[in-house]
Every structure is written in structure tokens, then in C-alpha cells.
């Protein structure tokens, strides 16, 4: 069961929106613990995250309140197939846009966008589909290794002007840091995953790729992180990656620091039950914000893995 502060954070909307939404439009119907304060189930939260979405979008609760979850996600995703196509155009114009060296175009589009979508949106919608896009040309040999590199450089510019201009942190924990392992040198996964933390203003050092484990774990004991975050690409991961991530799971095993990691090579951990139990995956962006929102109102939930 989730607090209301809990379900606020999730769901991002206000102890008073609940109530109004239970009280006037029957939209949920919470339970009551032994002090008979309200609680939420995840049905109550997943509904709640429905319904704000949907308002988000401009219809009105009083008209979207009755409808069944079911319901509610059909009509999420037919207005999110309207905006997909206007992200996907984003994602287009940007690639085209290095393919014929157009950088300073190239540059434009992308500030456009960080400039009508918050930071998650960006993320998740364009700067993570134009990365993979672009590596793939790459792959296939449609672009140079140059202009792969001139746009990798471009977005982790635009990513650290948009931390760098963000408001300073000024509470206290839980404390994040973000890294990836030796032999492990992609970094946008966890470039992301770190504005997404600094925007909504968590404690938040980044460390960078290619790290030794015996330097990132001396550091999380320095700086007391609650929570490491690491990101595996290379799948399958490799004997180095695997040796490390096994003294990172001992670490994690005698200490209060949570290990939440994602990436291909993390899922392949996943798939064949090689994930250390001490490890949460991240299965995506958004479910990076969710966990860390509710770490951040109940600092010892440890959510499901």
C-alpha cells in the first residue's frame, strides 16, 4: 500500500487533486489504515497515473472519471500515437539533418525540443531514439564514425547546459551517483537517467563511464549515495563486466546502497537469472523517475524487482 505522499510523487498530482477526485467524482476509493489515514493500492496508483495523464492531455476529469482502466489506457494511447508522430518527425529531421552535415540545423531541432518537453519527455522521446537511430547508421555504415561523433558530442553538451542550469540541490538525501563499470564506455544511459535525476532536483554525482568498481565503491562510501545507478550496454556483458558487477552485488549485500541498473546488457542479466539479487533493474526511463520519486518521499521503500 502507498501513502498519500507516496502516490502524490508518483502520480505527480496533489493531496488535494486525490481527494477532489475521490470526493466528487468517485474516481478511486482508497482504504484506511489502523490511524485511518488514506492508503493506495497499485490499482489505485496505475489509475491515478491514467487519469492524470489523461488530464494532462486536456479532457476533463468529470468526463474520463467513469471509464475503466482499460478504457482509459485505449484513449491514452490513441492521443499518444498523435504525439508519437510529431516525435518521430523530431527524430527524423535531426538525423537527416547530420547526415548531410547540417549540424548547426542539427542543433537547432534539438533545442526546439528541449524547449517544448521536459526532461523525461526529451529523454525518452527524442534523445534516446536519435542516439540509437544514429548508431545504427553508423553500424551500417550510412554515416561516418565522425559524424557519430559530432553528434554524440552535440547532445552531451545540450544535456550538461540543461544540468548545469538547473536549479542547485539544497536538501539532503537519498544521494545518487551514476556510473558505468571498466570495459564499459557507453554513457548515455546513465547521462540520462542523471538529468532526469538533477531536474527534479535529487542529490545527484556524476562519475562517468569506465570506472573501476573498487573506485566507485570507495567513492559511494565517501559521499554516503543511497543509490547507485549503472548502466550495461555491451550484451552479453563481458568476463570483466561480470567479475566486477559480482564484487559491486557484495558490496550492495553489506551495505544500505541500493544498485538499480539498466541497459541491454543488464536485461540480458535479467533474462538469465545472472541480475544479483542486491541489483533492481530498470526497465526504462520513466521507471527510473517513478522509483527514484518514491525513494525520495519514503527512504527505505525498496521497490519490487
Known amino acids: 500500500m502507498y501513502s498519500m505522499k507516496a502516490t502524490t510523487a508518483i502520480t505527480g498530482l496533489t493531496a488535494e487533486t486525490v481527494r477532489a477526485w475521490e470526493r466528487r467524482y468517485s474516481a478511486i476509493e482508497p482504504h484506511r489504515d489502523s490511524k485511518g489515514r488514506r492508503v493506495y493500492s497499485l490499482d489505485d496508483v496505475e489509475r491515478l497515473t491514467l487519469l492524470a495523464k489523461i488530464t494532462q492531455q486536456g479532457h476533463a476529469i468529470g468526463q474520463v472519471a467513469d471509464l475503466n482502466n482499460e478504457s482509459l489506457q485505449d484513449l491514452l494511447n490513441t492521443n499518444a500515437q498523435v504525439s508519437d508522430s510529431s516525435h518521430n518527425l523530431y527524430v527524423k529531421q535531426i538525423v537527416t539533418a547530420l547526415v548531410n552535415y547540417e549540424l548547426d540545423f542539427c542543433e537547432e531541432l534539438l533545442r526546439r525540443a528541449m524547449i517544448a518537453m521536459d526532461p523525461l519527455q526529451l529523454s525518452r522521446e527524442v534523445l534516446f531514439p536519435s542516439l540509437e537511430t544514429v548508431g545504427a547508421l553508423w553500424v551500417e555504415g550510412e554515416i561516418t564514425i565522425a559524424q557519430e561523433h559530432m553528434f554524440a558530442a552535440l547532445v552531451k553538451r545540450m544535456i550538461m547546459s540543461m544540468v548545469n542550469t538547473s536549479r542547485p540541490f539544497l536538501g539532503r538525501h537519498p544521494c545518487f551517483c551514476f556510473a558505468t563499470l571498466s570495459g564499459e564506455r557507453h554513457e548515455f544511459g546513465i ?39 549503472l548502466s550495461f550496454v555491451n550484451n552479453p556483458p563481458s568476463d570483466r563486466i561480470y567479475e566486477q558487477i559480482t564484487e559491486i552485488s557484495v558490496y550492495a549485500a553489506n551495505s544500505a546502497t541500493q544498485v538499480w541498473v539498466g541497459g541491454k546488457g543488464a536485461e540480458h542479466l535479467a533474462r538469465h537469472n545472472e541480475l544479483p539479487e542486491t541489483f533492481m533493474l530498470m526497465t526504462s526511463l520513466t521507471d527510473f523517475q517513478s522509483r527514484s520519486e518514491l525513494l525520495l518521499v519514503e527512504p527505505r521503500a525498496r521497490l519490487p524487482r
Open 191 to 229: 547521462l540520462l537517467t542523471y538529468l532526469i535525476a538533477v531536474s527534479n532536483n535529487l542529490c545527484s554525482y556524476y562519475l562517468g563511464p569506465d570506472l573501476p568498481h573498487d573506485e566507485l565503491i570507495k567513492v559511494t562510501q565517501k559521499i554516503e549515495a543511497d543509490v547507485m545507478v
